[in-house]
């Protein structure tokens, strides 16, 4: 009796990690029934007051446009599918960002709100929540803001914000020790606190909480998820940056030593093993470059992921600007002068002095005077003035003092000026993600000389028209030899190369990004079409 209860208690052993993980999920399922339930009352009066906003504004267009009755039309037309089968242009469920720091006004908030305008332009009738820790954001001025700052038209009424509380469970500050599963789990408490304010229909993350999407997965199973992910948590260069001895990887370069670094080590790795599992759970997944693809495929991408997992969905950038702006033509080609410009932060990595070396090299053996100008910001208070000042001793030892311009904190006006008046632009920096100054350059027609990696590589400097549209070098002596072929070109070739490089930048358009973010969002829409029959 007593023997066969205890084998049967045996047998039973192993499923135990089952019965648990069961419990878990049901668990989490009944917090997110329960997480439904709560908020259901705000979005039911999140719902009304969009409607009626939106009511209120098509009654006042109707009364200013009720003489041409054609314009109207057309508004209400635009957005339908030609082929004529419904496209769910009528959508109108919500769609939840998380962006905790909306305010912080870099490269990720452009990300954003163009992903809200292209939202809001192809689904008229949804909602677009931003969940955001910034408490001060006014509407009505975020949206004026907005406008000048990016040039990026957001509908108002149909913006919402949700404000978050508990921010500070995910800055880094709070976790001395184990700052990136702190930081992680900390998103799990934010995300938590989102859910609270509102259950969104489709859930996207443009800020790298991918904790938080898997969590909103577990919660609510029938909500499609996305994430735009800019930059992986933990990369493969950080596991192999801790074996580095040439101290040149960064932060953690040669952390691996000791007994302090195999707990880091281990710890990584067991993190990086995490991170691809939660990465496995979200339904859509984005990537600002074939840098962040490559890292995110390796992390995330499972065997049953196909060749679209994880699209390129490249930032908008500021191209039709500068090409509105700068003039590319066979009589601007005369006014450009033999000028390389390099637009980079005054920062180490961005390695300036491969540049003057190069250029120094390239002044010797040049009879037409070309000239070097360095365009950067320098941030106060920081090593970056000492580093600068290096720089112009560097340039004065190499004997290129006159011919090198520095140019510390230029407004765009001055920018502008030498984005037409130049020829070429180059970057030296090892691995540079992308470099968005290349784009830039590539764009005003400048004929780009970039380093052989990263980015300004597989991205920015590739040929169009199977034809090239620059060079790209690795040495000083490279840098310096491909100098003198954008010199020695024919000027018909030059001016060609120029015609070419900016018309390659049409795939960094803001156009661009927004036909790529709808396409994945028409995934996320069909999904939660499917799931709400
Ligand atoms: C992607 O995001 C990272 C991190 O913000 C940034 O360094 C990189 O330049 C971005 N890439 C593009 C294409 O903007
Ligand atoms: C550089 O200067 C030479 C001679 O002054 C000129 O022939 C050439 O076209 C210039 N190159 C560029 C890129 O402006
Ligand atoms: C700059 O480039 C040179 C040549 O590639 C390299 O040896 C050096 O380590 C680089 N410096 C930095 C700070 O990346």
Known sequence: MVASSFVATLAVVPLLPLVLLLLIRLSIRGLGWFLQVKSRDRRAAIITKVRQD?????????STHQASEDGWEKIE????????????NEWEGIVGFFHPFCNAGGGGERVLWAAIAATQKRWPNAICAVYTGDHDIDRSVLVTTVKVRFGITLQEHSLVFLYLSRRRFVLASTYPYFTLLGQSLGSLILAYDAFQLLVPDIFIDTMGYAFAVAFCKFL??????????????????????LDDTTGQKGINSGAGA????????????????????VGRQIDVVMCN???????????????????????????PCPVEELQAKVEVTQESEKRRENITLYIAQFRPEKNHSLILRAFAEHHKLAKDKPK????????????DE??????????RELGIKDATTFICDAPFSVILEYLQRSSVTTNGMYSEHFGIGNVEGLAAGLIPVVHNSGGPKMDIVVPYDGKPVGFHAETAREFAAAFGRVAALPPDERYAMRLRGRASTKRFTEAAFANKWVREMETLVKMHATNHP
Do not use: C
């Open 386 to 395: 000492k580093h600068i000042y290096k720089l112009r001793l560097e340039a």
């Open 77 to 88: 037309k635009s957005g339908s599918a030609d082929s004529g089968k419904p496209m769910h």
């Open 220 to 241: 609510f199973p029938k909500v499609p998820t996305a994430a735009y992910v800019h930059y992986p948590t933990i990369s493969t260069d950080m596991l192999e940056s």
């Open 289 to 315: 470059s074939t840098w962040t693809q490559g890292h995110i495929r390796q992390l995330w991408g499972s065997k049953k992921a196909s060749s679209t997992f994880g699209a390129i969905v490249y930032p």
């Open 54 to 62: 939106r009511e209120a504004i098509s009654t006042r267009l109707r």
């Open 258 to 277: 000791g007994w302090k670094g195999k707990v880091k080590r281990y710890y990584w790795l067991a993190f990086a093993v995490l991170y691809g599992w």
């Open 372 to 383: 070097l100008v360095l365009i950067g910001s320098v941030r106060s208070n920081t090593p």
